[in-house]
Each structure stands twice: as structure tokens, then as C-alpha cells.
């Protein structure tokens, strides 16, 4: 009954409350959205968004093609060759590009393609003659000796100057894949064709290009949902749910302090034994409180969400394990805004502390960016966080579809923060009592 | 008449001061008494009733309340006693009734019972018909009112009081004087402070005045009255005995 009655008076506190309940309930709920919007383009950079490219081909012969079509082919690219309307030229790119108008422009240079195919003959030849074949053709091989190897083609890729380093080499590495290939097909084919004029074959071989070694990327996951780690919704809507958990310091230190303040603290330990049901009964209302927020979360990651365009929030099929995980992190922030609240006696104090410890704590655990892409100072920093081990935890029931023994660390880790948190706080407000 | 709350030796130092808040006090408070614990500003009543409530550690001392032991026994010593503390000590955004109704159940007391109490006492103090107003809505004197009884729901044994006229109109002070006595007509034992001597004349039995953390006189009204010749009222001895100087 002691019990009930502390519950009652506690949902009574908050639900009078109007600005507590819009730190608890709505601003979350903007996080969320804003935050899924704002990191939606940088997730989809690689994957869904092509690259904008000025392609200048001034060869206008088959290098200049092929590496358009591979560009056009390639998926991350899109090839534009007008700007305002008049031809891409070495002279508009540059200044497109320097302006900061596109990220990326490649010109392709006069005659290109012959350099390249009188590069690659001569070196056919050079090595016919190593065989001993070939040598009647004295003005090719007179011209093989002499040092025209030396040419060479410059393809020049013009980069924005606010163009991220691995920005630049992966368009790098890209171009480089496809000139690669051009020059590989074109030294076949003239191999093929010096080598039947050599052996007096008229008839031209046919030779396979296709590659012999691909890659196949898969997931160490075979599960559906293992894919969605890089969309914005599956980081942010449960980074910002576990976020808004811990904001929970904001009203719950208030409310403590505001207590002390009132005297009510006080009327509480003339009562025996009541100032622990009346703790128990805050810890309860407030776990409540982070479990409803969490949940409202997912549902707004599944059903609001995808109303703006975004990806609808996986919430996964292991629901138990994702109970017990959320509960674990509802009582390590519920612990955190009680230590708060028991050691700061002002509520400027309390809410400056509060609220910027927990960015801190949310910056270091992962929740603005995934930890996986920090520096490796701050990735071992990380793992100080309760927010990175609920945010981990959760990772596991979502994307990694782990099993139940598979959350137990976090769980263990979040649930030992609630028992220190909680006796830190019981110390202090016995330091308080007695001072 | 049997010892309602007894105090040896009571010191109390707060954490770095120089001077000591209560400097060797001791008394006893008979079953049945009015006590007033009279004072200036600083001179240790508050110190002393919060020593008694079991809010603060004494540096030195035993203080036993029907027996108990404060710092030993504190659970058994707060059942048999009703605080009301200086400050009003309510939840703001709670209404009158939930404010009761939730101190009272922290005290243990069943629902019909609980409902019982809260609706005399709040016909007895004239809040019948705002009850369910929130206490922020509240005047003064109706949150002192109010701060009384819910110190009265678990009915006490001893009731000690911290000012509890201050700031309120005189229908209330009046209101709150008349309870006070009707009550200990029921044999409650009251331990009463205050800054209205004429007050504390006409109710207390049994007055100590106190500064600088000791008793410089104890007695009843008459007692004390008759014992300083050439004045005839509390309030003017008062000053005679702790000087005319300001006090923080």
C-alpha cells in the first residue's frame, strides 16, 4: 500500500509536469526524425546516392568510351557531360569543380586511345621479338628500340578542394579499375592480332575478357536485417531513444532537488521507513517512464518515419532479449538521474551537469556516429559509456540477431551501473541528511 | 508526571563553524506539557528540534524520546512524534487531499481510517471546501494549516512544532492556538517554538529561553515572570535577558 501510494504520487508529480513531460516524451520524438533526416544523404552516400561527375572526353575514341560506359555502368557514378547546357570542356570543369558546383570532374585527353594502342603495340612487338617472332616488321621494331614508351596518357581527375581523402581515393581507385581493364583488352587484342600476323593466321582469335577473380561481398550475418546497419533510421532510432533514456537526468534530478527544496524530502524522513518505498517508488515510475519512451520510439521509427521518406526501423523477433535490454538501460539511466539528483543540491547544478554529461556520454558511446567510424582513441574511450553499451546491446537483438547469451555482458554492465549509481546516491543523501 | 522527551547534555557543532549551535543543553519535557522553546534568531531551537526529529547527528549528548533513543532507536522515537517543520514541507502540485492522503498512507494508515482523518481534519481547519485545490493555490495560512495536519495523521504522542503561527493572519494563528490546546487537553505532550512571547505566555505550561545555544532560564510563565522583579510580561524579561541586539 506504502508502495502504491508512492507510485500514485509520483505519476501524479508527472503528469502535472508539463515541461518534464516534453523533455520526456516529445522532444525525443523530434530528435529522432531530425536526426534520421539530417544523417539520411551522408548514410546513402556510397550506396544509394550516385556521384555527380563533369566527364570531359576530348579523346572521343574508344578509351574515352569505355571509361564512360564503365563510369555510366559502374553504379556510383552518374556522367554528366553539359553544364548550362554547352559541352563539358577542360575549362568549365575546372571552374565548376573549383567552385565547389560538383565534387568530381575527369577529362580524358586528345587522343588518348592512339597513344594508348601505339603504346601497347610497341610493347607487343618488343616482346614478340624476345621470342624471336615478328622481327620482319623492322620499322615497328626500330620503333619498339627507341624510347616512345615514354609517352604516356594523363587522365586528369579535378577534385573539389573540400573533397574528403576517402572521397578522393575511392573515385581513384575506381577509375583506376576501369583504365586497367581498357589497356588489359586492348593489349590482348593486338597480342592476338600481331601473333596470328606472326604465325600467318588471318583469322582473329576470339579473346575472353571477362575477369577471372571477382569479389563477393556478403555480411559475417546471414540474417536480412544484418544489411540495415547502414541506414540512418537502424543507428539513429534506437541511439536516440537510449539518448532520450538518460535525458530522463533532466527531470528526475529536478524532481529530486525540488523535493529538498520543498520540504517534502524532509516531511518523508520523519516517516519510518518510507524514504526508501518513496525512492522505490521513483525508480519504478521512472523506469516506466523510459520503457514507454523507448517503445514509442520504435513505433515512430516504423510507422512515422517511412512517412517521410525514410527507411522503416527493423525492429528485429527477438523480443525478450530486446526487453531485457531495454529494461537493463531504463535502470542504468534511472540510476544515473538519481546520482544527479542526490549529489548537486541547486538545479542549475543538477541541469547543467546533467545535460551535458549525458552528450558526453552519448558522443563517446556512439550515438551521434557509430563508434566504428572514431578515431581509435575515442573507439576505446567508448567503452567507459553506458550509452555505448546500450546502444551495443541493442545492436545485438537488431542487427546481429544475437541469441539471449548474447546481451548478458551489456546487460550485466548496465544493471551494475544502476546498483552503484543508486548506492552513490543513497550516500550522498545521507551525507546531506546529516550535514 | 512521567518524562516525555529528555535531553542530557546536548552539543551541537555544524561542520566547520567556531561556535557550537547548542552549547551543553539539558532538559525534560513531562507528558502533558506545552513546552516553549523561546529564542532569537540563532540561538539553537531549530538546531535542537531538528537533533530531536532525527534530521541532524548530535556532536554530543542523549536525547531519549518516551524511552527511545533518537539516534539509536529513530524509527520507534518518529512514530510517537508529529514534526511540523519551519517550512512548509507539501507537495506543491499535489491537492490538499492527495498531499494526506499520501503522507498518510507512508505512515501506514488504512484506507477508511485515512479517509476518516483527512476529512475532520480538514473540516476542523475550515480547508473542507479545498481539498482538492492544488497547495501552489494556496494562502499562507492555509498552507500552514494544512502542513499541521498532515504532521497529525499517525495522532502522536508529542507534537513539536517550529513556528508554526509564523506568517499566517491572526484568524488563522488563532485557529492554530486553540487546536494546539484542545489537543493537549487530549493528553498530547506539545514542544512548541515561536517569536510571539504573548503567544507562548498564554499557551505554554512550561517555557526555557534559550540563546547562544544554552537555557539562561526555564519555568513556568508565572515562574519566570515572578522570578525577575520590576516586569510583568514574557516579552519584556525576553529582552532584559538576550539583549536588544540584532540577531541573524
Known amino acids: 500500500m506504502r508502495f502504491l501510494a508512492s507510485i500514485k504520487k509520483e505519476c501524479l508529480i508527472l503528469l502535472r509536469d508539463k515541461a518534464g513531460l516534453a523533455i520526456l516524451f516529445i522532444m525525443p520524438l523530434f530528435l529522432i526524425t531530425i536526426m534520421s533526416l539530417i544523417q539520411d544523404a551522408p548514410f546513402k552516400d556510397y550506396k544509394e546516392n550516385k556521384i555527380p561527375v563533369l566527364y570531359v572526353n576530348n579523346d572521343n575514341d574508344s578509351l574515352g568510351n569505355i571509361i564512360e560506359k564503365g563510369l555510366r555502368n559502374s553504379g556510383i557514378f552518374s556522367v554528366i557531360t553539359e553544364i548550362d547546357g554547352k559541352a563539358t570542356t577542360a575549362e568549365n570543369t575546372k571552374q565548376a569543380v573549383a567552385n565547389g558546383d560538383f565534387r568530381l570532374g575527369i577529362i580524358i585527353p586528345e587522343g588518348a586511345t592512339k597513344t594508348m594502342n601505339k603504346s601497347v603495340e610497341n610493347r607487343v612487338a618488343k616482346m614478340l621479338a624476345g621470342f624471336g617472332m615478328g622481327e620482319k616488321d623492322s620499322t615497328l621494331l626500330d620503333y619498339a628500340r627507341s624510347d616512345s614508351e615514354k609517352q604516356s596518357i594523363e587522365i586528369i581527375i579535378l577534385f573539389d578542394p573540400a573533397a574528403k581523402i576517402a572521397f578522393r581515393s575511392s573515385v581513384s581507385s575506381a577509375l583506376d579499375k576501369f583504365i586497367t581493364r581498357t589497356e588489359m583488352e586492348t593489349m590482348l587484342r593486338i597480342f592476338s592480332q600481331k601473333l596470328g600476323e606472326a604465325s600467318g593466321i588471318k583469322e582473329q582469335a576470339v579473346i575472353e575478357t571477362r575477369p577471372l577473380i571477382t569479389l563477393k561481398e556478403i555480411q559475417a550475418n546471414e540474417s536480412k536485417v544484418a544489411e540495415l546497419l547502414t541506414n540512418s533510421v537502424q543507428h539513429n532510432v534506437p541511439a536516440w531513444a537510449i539518448f532520450a533514456m538518460f535525458y530522463i537526468v533532466i527531470p528526475l534530478a529536478s524532481s529530486m532537488i525540488k523535493e529538498r527544496e520543498e520540504g517534502s524530502a524532509l516531511r518523508l524522513l520523519l516517516i519510518p521507513g518510507s524514504h526508501m518505498i518513496s525512492l522505490y517508488g521513483k525508480i519504478s515510475i521512472y523506469v516506466a517512464v523510459c520503457l514507454i519512451q523507448f517503445f514509442m520510439m520504435m513505433l515512430v521509427g516504423v510507422y512515422i518515419l517511412p512517412l517521410l521518406g525514410l527507411t522503416a526501423f527493423e525492429i528485429g523477433t527477438n523480443f525478450i532479449a530486446l526487453l531485457l535490454m531495454v529494461f537493463t538501460c531504463a535502470l542504468a539511466a534511472t540510476g544515473y538521474g538519481f546520482m544527479v539528483g542526490s549529489v548537486f543540491s541547486s538545479h542549475h547544478q543538477a541541469m547543467t551537469f546533467g545535460s551535458v554529461s549525458v552528450v558526453i556520454l552519448a558522443a563517446i558511446g556512439g550515438v551521434l556516429v557509430p563508434v566504428y567510424v572514431m578515431p581509435g582513441i575515442m573507439q576505446s574511450l567508448s567503452v567507459v559509456s553506458p550509452l555505448s553499451w546500450a546502444l551495443n546491446g541493442l545492436n545485438n537483438v537488431f542487427l546481429r540477431q544475437t541469441n539471449f547469451a548474447g546481451i548478458v555482458p551489456d546487460v550485466l554492465k548496465l544493471s551494475g551501473f544502476f546498483v552503484v549509481m543508486i548506492l552513490l546516491s543513497v550516500k550522498f543523501n545521507q551525507m546531506k541528511k546529516y550535514k | ?248
Request: aromatic share 6%.
Open chain 2, 1 to 248: 508526571m512521567p518524562v516525555a522527551i529528555s535531553i542530557e547534555n546536548l552539543v551541537h557543532r555544524y561542520n566547520d563553524a567556531e561556535q557550537v549551535a547548542v552549547n551543553d543543553i539539558s532538559l525534560e519535557i513531562k507528558e502533558g506539557e506545552i513546552f516553549g522553546l523561546l529564542g532569537p534568531n540563532g540561538a539553537g531551537k531549530t538546531t535542537t528540534i531538528s537533533i530531536l526529529s532525527g534530521f541532524l547527528k548530535p556532536t554530543q549528548g542523549k536525547i531519549s524520546i518516551h524511552g527511545f533513543d533518537v539516534m539509536e532507536q529513530s524509527d520507534e522515537s518518529k512514530k510517537v512524534i508529529g514534526v511540523v517543520p519551519q517550512e512548509i514541507s507539501l507537495y506543491p502540485t499535489l491537492t490538499a487531499k492527495e498531499n494526506l492522503d499520501f503522507f498518510g498512507s507512508m505512515y501506514g494508515i488504512s484506507k477508511n481510517e485515512l479517509n476518516e482523518k483527512i476529512n475532520h481534519y480538514l473540516n476542523l481547519f475550515g480547508l473542507e471546501n479545498t481539498g482538492n485545490k492544488r497547495v501552489e493555490q494556496f494562502s499562507g495560512g492555509m498552507k500552514r494549516r494544512l502542513n499541521l495536519i498532515a504532521s497529525l495523521l499517525h495522532d502522536p504522542k508529542i507534537l513539536i512544532l517550529d513556528e508554526p503561527t509564523a506568517s499566517v493572519d491572526v484568524q488563522s494563528r488563532n485557529l492554530i492556538i486553540e487546536f494546539l490546546r484542545e489537543l493537549n487537553k487530549k493528553g498530547t505532550t506539545i514542544l512548541y517554538t515561536s517569536h510571539y512571547l504573548e503567544e507562548a505566555e498564554t499557551l505554554c505550561t512550561e517555557i526555557a529561553i534559550i540563546d547562544d545555544g544554552k537555557i539562561i532560564i526555564q519555568g513556568s510563565p508565572k515562574q519566570i515572570i515572578g522570578s525577575q522583579p520590576g516586569f510583568d510580561n514574557l516579552e519584556s524579561i525576553f529582552l532584559k535577558l538576550t539583549g536588544k541586539k540584532l540577531r541573524d
